[in-house]
């Protein structure tokens, strides 16, 4: 189910429920602004989810309305997360989706980190 990527924000979607506490998660990392855990579908070796603690539904939403200091406190742990998993050497791809077209299907701004193995081209050519 794809989600719009625009507000209003869902305070029951998962990922709130997660940083909530009411679901657990594999945790790789938290700090103020963030909390990295595993994807519960792996679509690589390595495939951790970035999310910000505040309420945002997309990296639109983020940018137009977290604070500098959340926005690069996300960033930093978004880097922090690729650096601890092993994966700034051989590579890792950073994902964020917004909207239908996307295929975003939680409505809570959040980074892949993918990494692993080689991931091929990001797109097939049109």
């Known amino acids: 189910m794809s989600v ?4 209003p924000y869902d305070p029951q979607n998962i990922f709130a429920r997660i940083l909530r506490g009411e679901i657990p998660c594999k945790k790789v990392h938290e700090d103020e602004f ?5 994807d519960i579908n792996p679509l690589a ?38 650096k601890s998993l092993g994966l700034e050497q051989p590579g890792h791809r950073l994902i964020t989706n917004m909207g239908p ?14 990494g692993g193995r080689p991931l091929g081209r990001m797109l097939t050519p049109v």
């Not at 077209?101 to 993918?114: D, I, M, N, Y």
């Open 101 to 114: 077209h996307s295929g975003q299907e939680v409505p809570h701004f959040h980074v892949h980190v993918l």
């Open 45 to 82: 070796p390595t495939h951790v989810l970035v999310i910000p603690k505040g309420a945002y539904v997309s990296a639109a939403d983020f940018h137009a309305g977290a604070t500098t200091e959340e926005i690069a406190g996300f960033w930093r742990a978004v880097g922090a997360v690729a």
């Open 4 to 7: 719009s990527g625009l507000p």
């Open 34 to 38: 963030a909390l990295a855990f595993h």
